[in-house]
């Protein structure tokens, strides 16, 4: 978190949704759907290398889709 981006600062958002993503693994709100459609991706990987149980990827992945939808009608 040293490295971060500084406040005020078009990045600092998006260093603060993935953190906020991989301390909870639920979809930071205000995230937008490209950005959540990449953290989905992720969690494929995550599964795909064994480090995340599948049926917790599929449950992560159900909430990045409604989170997906959601972020879409905005």
């Given at each position: 978190m040293a490295d971060c981006p500084p406040?005020?600062?078009p990045a600092r958002s998006y260093f603060s949704n993935f953190a906020f993503f991989l301390d909870n693994l639920v979809p930071p709100g205000g995230a937008?759907?490209?950005e959540l459609?990449?953290?989905s991706e992720f969690?494929?990987?995550l599964v795909n290398a064994g480090t995340?149980?599948?049926d917790r990827g599929a449950e992560v992945n159900?909430?990045?889709r409604s989170a997906i939808g959601s972020a879409l009608m905005r």
């Open positions: 406040p005020d600062t937008s759907a490209s459609m990449l953290y969690v494929d990987r995340l149980a599948a159900t909430a990045l």
